[in-house]
C-alpha cells in the first residue's frame, strides 16, 4: 500500500544551523501538507503544495515539491529555539479519503 | 469558536473495559478524522468520515467503532481496551476543498487524548 516516508527520525542542530527534513512517498502525490506539533502539543497545518516543482516560503521555512510530486522537503533557515517539535508531511491515499502522515522528524535545538 | 474539542483530556482503563472517546468541532466541516499517536510511528489513521452518516476505516481500524450522526460530532467507541491501544488519540476535522476526496484543506487537530490501558 500507499507508504509516506520522512528522514531523519530525529535531528539535533546547534541554534543558527540549518534543518531539512524529507518526504518520499511511493507513489504520485496530488497535494502534500505539512505539518509541526510542538512538545505535549497538538499537530498545526503549516502548509499545503499542489503543483509539480512547487516552492514555498514562510519567513525562515522553504517547502517544496518535487517534480515528479512524490517527494517533499522542508528546510529551515538559521533555526531558532522556538523551532523545536515534530515536523510531520501528509498526503492523500489516491482518492479514498485517507490522509495518510509520515513518522515525523523532530528537531531539537541547542541554544 | 471553540475549534475541535475532545473529551477527556486523560483516561485511564483497566483491560477489558470499554469507552467512548468524545470529538466536536463548530466549523461545520464534512471531514473528520481520528488518530493514534505513537512514539516513532508518527499519525496513524484509524477511521474516517465525510459527512454526516458516511464513515470508513482507516489504516488502524480493529477494536476501535465510530458513527457520525451529526456533522459535529464524531466519537471513537474502544469496544474492548487492551494494553497495545496505549496511545494518544487525536481527532482532526477539515473543509473538503472539491469534489474529489484527495481534495483537503487544512486540518485542525483538537487537543487529544491521553490513553492508558492497564
Known amino acids: 500500500g500507499q507508504q509516506v516516508m520522512q528522514i531523519p527520525q530525529y535531528q539535533h542542530v546547534q541554534e543558527g544551523e540549518d534543518f531539512t527534513t524529507y518526504c518520499n512517498s511511493s507513489?504520485?502525490?496530488?497535494?502534500i501538507q505539512w505539518y509541526k506539533q510542538r512538545p505535549g502539543g497538538h499537530p498545526v497545518f503549516l502548509i499545503q503544495?499542489?503543483?509539480?516543482?512547487e516552492v514555498k516560503k514562510q519567513k525562515r521555512l522553504t517547502f517544496q515539491f518535487g517534480e515528479a510530486k512524490k517527494n517533499s522537503s522542508l528546510h529551515i533557515t538559521a533555526t531558532q529555539t522556538t523551532d523545536v517539535g515534530t515536523y510531520f508531511c501528509?498526503?492523500?491515499?489516491?482518492?479514498?479519503?485517507?490522509?495518510?502522515f509520515g513518522q515525523g522528524t523532530t528537531l531539537q535545538v541547542k541554544p | 469558536n471553540a475549534g475541535v474539542t475532545q473529551t477527556p483530556k486523560f483516561q485511564v482503563l483497566k483491560t477489558g473495559q470499554s469507552m467512548t472517546l468524545q470529538c466536536a468541532q463548530d466549523?461545520?466541516?464534512?471531514?473528520m478524522s481520528w488518530y493514534r499517536q505513537d512514539p516513532g510511528m508518527g499519525l496513524r489513521l484509524i477511521h474516517y468520515?465525510?459527512?454526516?452518516?458516511?464513515?470508513d476505516q482507516g489504516e488502524v481500524p480493529n477494536g476501535y467503532n465510530v458513527s457520525r450522526s451529526t456533522t459535529e460530532d464524531f466519537p471513537l467507541r474502544l469496544l474492548s481496551a487492551a494494553p497495545s491501544q496505549t496511545s494518544v488519540y487525536f481527532c482532526?476535522?477539515?473543509?473538503?476543498?472539491?469534489?474529489?476526496?484527495?481534495?483537503?484543506?487544512?486540518?485542525?487537530f483538537g487537543p487529544g487524548t491521553r490513553l492508558t490501558v492497564l
Open positions: 503544495l499542489v503543483k509539480s516543482g
Open positions: 466549523m461545520n466541516h464534512e471531514y
Open positions: 468520515s465525510v459527512g454526516a452518516g458516511i464513515t
Open positions: 482532526a476535522s477539515s473543509s473538503l476543498a472539491g469534489t474529489k476526496l484527495s481534495s483537503y484543506n487544512e486540518q485542525f
Open positions: 507513489t504520485t502525490l496530488s497535494n
Open positions: 501528509a498526503g492523500p491515499k489516491g482518492n479514498t479519503g485517507k490522509l495518510i
